[in-house]
């Protein structure tokens, strides 16, 4: 992975064992076949990509909690990023975004 997206992705993050666990969900998705929300290059790794989408903010996360919860854990399937476009009551756009709930 290249050490200036490790250290972008970093500040906007803010923690770093965070930033681990977002890009470590992100790349076994793309290891198992989801689509990049980012023009790639062949010679991007998962990990580059991952990181990039973070950069570039077509990955958003969120704390979850108890009291008020968009999506159930049950439809989650246990995957920290969701497509902000399959909600009901959100307007679909052509700028993919994912949100990931972190339980912490």
Same mark, same amino acid.
């Given at each position: 992975m290249k050490v200036e997206l490790i250290e972008k992705a970093a500040q906007i993050v803010g923690d770093n064992q965070l930033l681990v666990n977002?890009?470590?969900k992100?790349?076994?998705q793309l290891n198992q076949g989801a689509d990049p929300y980012i023009p790639t290059t062949p010679e991007m790794g998962s990990g580059d990509i991952a990181l990039t989408e973070i950069v570039?903010?077509?990955i958003i996360w969120r704390e979850a909690? =108890?009291?008020s919860s968009l999506?159930?854990?049950?439809d989650l399937e246990d995957?920290?990023?969701?497509? !902000?476009?399959? !909600?009901g009551d959100m307007p679909a756009?052509? =700028?993919r975004t994912l949100t990931a709930t972190i339980d912490l």
């Open positions: 977002i890009v470590s992100r790349v076994q570039e903010g077509k909690d =108890d009291e999506i159930s854990g049950a995957d920290l990023f969701i497509d !902000m476009s399959e !909600m756009s052509d =700028d």
